[in-house]
């Protein structure tokens, strides 16, 4: 099967993208989640089907019904561009598989699997709600749970008592933007960088990169448990600069980690799990609105300093100096590198070098998000300023790489988290522990993110494409913040704009109250998160007019 696919879609198109598409897509039954093309699915062969359906348990098997299943109601899938793609990238080009799924998957929901998998029904076609009820999705429309879903002999079932989480506030932004079919709709929520025409970017280098991987033919054996050394050593280069004496020295170690949001995990397990000092750890406030959440669950305690002024939307720089003089010897203390999230106001270089010696002096150990080098000013240096000072002046730091914006690579996941030791050997067995910690969590990281980044920090060519670009896309953002500053000063706002051009990097914190910001989302289609941060890079010349207006509006 996976042969014909090939086929058709690599040679009749030219191109190899859609190959792994129709792989993804064709193999799992999308009904029974069964992966496989001989294997009818929802076919008796149980051994061959997941486990699921037991009333109570299998929460597996209940999200991929609530999502493929209930989430239609029984309706034809609304999914546009999945039905399209189901029809014209499988079933047209004549692949024989999973015919009863491609039939029913048309109506949204498979008859022929439901039948054939559940004795209960007698063969009878099942409706949606049956499934929904038989999994136990709550939420189903049409769907009733019965008690017998709810209590197991006697018992309440494993997952009865969970209640429905909030969506996440950032990312969250985006599921709704998507739902929307509002052709005013603006998605300035989640910091992904967007081209002047709206569309999301893949870098150049990337692309090249790609191709020169794809020539290699590599294989996809397990890469090591903490990636491989080369990774990991261009990753430091990159922030604490190649020649660095923790890098020369050896003192450091280092772990490909799952984009940003990874390495932060795995520094919170180390800090539980491996450090002498206090288990508490202090944010600027505001800070990245995940930043908590990461933390607490590795089961530190969480606090705050002040970070900005909204009187003078700037560095809140006394406050901050009098917030860390007072937290507890060996605690730890965050610090974005560049381009905080979500205030876009960073402490000038001075200010970090007094920061630097506040720390040491008071022997806290200091943890680096580093999620926007090169994103701030356009330049690795530059924005690497704070990390390098620290190091320099003797901080043992912690730091958490991202290259979900600075490359492109948001779906990719690849970030770095690293620790510079006061020794080779400190550094030796913290990595053995660090590899213990990420073994029982996710025993290894993906191989292709990681290629692709080595072999751009690694060629001089494709590194200095790189750079043009980010250069490119900074400059981009600092027009826009310009341009949105001036139509907002245009259309006569008696509001301070200032700050819009004065902040740096991807976001601009708007200084928009919550109702406000509610606003602009509710009646005017503009996505944006609750704290009034807007992402500058999806502010584009096109929709900047709109953007600038309904700002007006909803602050006059
Ligand atoms: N740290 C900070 C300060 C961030 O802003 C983000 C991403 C991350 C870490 C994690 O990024 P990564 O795991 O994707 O590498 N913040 C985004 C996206 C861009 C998000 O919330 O996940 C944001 O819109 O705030």
Redesign the pocket.
């Known amino acids: 099967m996976i042969g014909k696919a090939f086929k058709l879609s690599a040679f009749s198109r030219g191109t190899f993208w859609p190959i792994f598409f129709e792989i993804r897509t064709t193999l799992p039954c999308f009904q029974c989640s069964s992966f496989s093309s001989s294997r009818k699915c929802g076919g008796n062969d149980s051994k061959n089907k997941p486990e699921r359906k037991k009333k109570g348990g299998g929460s597996d098997s209940k999200k991929t019904h609530s999502k493929d299943v209930c989430g239609g109601g029984g309706k034809p899938n609304k999914d546009k561009s999945s039905e399209g793609k189901l029809k014209g990238e499988i079933y047209t080009k004549g692949t024989s598989i999973n015919k009863e799924c491609k039939k029913d998957y048309k109506l949204g929901i498979s008859e022929d699997c439901g039948r054939l998998g559940s004795s209960k029904y007698g063969g009878r076609k099942l409706t949606s709600a049956d499934i929904c009820a038989t999994v136990g999705q709550r939420s189903c429309p049409g769907s009733k749970p019965t008690k017998d879903d709810k209590v197991i002999k006697g018992k309440k079932g494993w997952w009865s008592d969970v209640e429905m989480g909030p969506p996440d506030a ?2 969250g932004l985006t599921e709704a933007f998507n739902r929307s079919k509002d052709d005013r709709k603006v998605n300035v929520g ?3 960088y967007r081209d002047d025409n709206g569309e999301p970017y893949v870098f150049s280098c990337i692309r090249e990169a790609e191709k020169r991987l794809l020539a290699k033919a590599l294989n996809k054996e397990y890469i090591p448990i903490v990636g491989t050394v080369e990774f990991c050593k261009l990753c430091v280069e990159l922030a604490l600069g190649e020649g660095s004496p923790p890098i020369k020295n050896g003192n450091y170690c280092a772990a490909q980690a799952l ?4 390495a ?1 995990r795995i520094g919170a397990e180390v800090i539980q799990r491996l450090s002498n000092g206090n288990k508490e750890i202090f944010f600027p406030t505001p800070t ?3 930043h908590a959440r990461v933390f607490t669950h590795a089961g530190l305690k969480i606090n705050k300093y002040r970070h900005y002024d909204e009187k003078t939307n700037s560095f809140d720089y006394d406050g901050s100096l009098q917030d860390i003089e007072k937290i507890p010897e060996s605690s730890v203390v965050l610090f ?1 590198a560049c381009a905080h ?1 979500p205030t876009g106001v960073d402490p000038p270089q001075k200010q970090w070098e007094s920061l630097s010696k506040l720390v040491k002096q008071k022997n806290l150990l200091s943890f680096f ?1 580093m ?1 926007y080098q090169g994103f701030a000013t356009g330049d690795f240096n530059n924005d690497a300023f704070a990390p390098r000072q620290f190091v320099k002046d003797g901080n043992q730091i912690m730091l958490a790489q ?1 290259f ?2 600075n490359l492109g690579l ?1 779906g990719e996941r690849v ?1 770095c988290f690293s620790i510079v030791t006061s020794s080779k050997e400190e550094a030796e067995s913290l990595l053995s522990q660090i590899k213990i910690i990420i073994r029982g969590m996710y025993s290894s990281p993906p191989i292709h993110g990681q290629r692709l980044v080595a072999e751009v920090l690694k060629d001089p060519e494709l590194r200095c494409i790189w750079e043009c670009e980010l250069g490119a896309i900074s400059s981009r953002i600092i027009k826009i913040r310009k341009d949105l500053r001036q139509k907002l000063e245009a259309l006569g706002s008696k509001k301070d704009w200032k700050h819009i051009t004065d902040q740096i990097g991807m976001f601009c914190f708007t200084g928009l109250t919550e109702e406000q910001a509610v606003r602009l989302t509710k009646e005017f289609e503009i996505y944006l998160t609750k704290n009034g941060r807007i ?1 500058m890079a999806g502010v584009t010349s096109k929709n900047v007019d709109y953007i600038a207006k309904c700002m007006h509006e909803v602050t006059k």
């Open positions: 950032i990312l989640v910091g992904a984009s940003g949001t990874g932060l990245w609105g995940n974005h999230n998000d999620a991202s979900a914006k948001y970030g992402s």
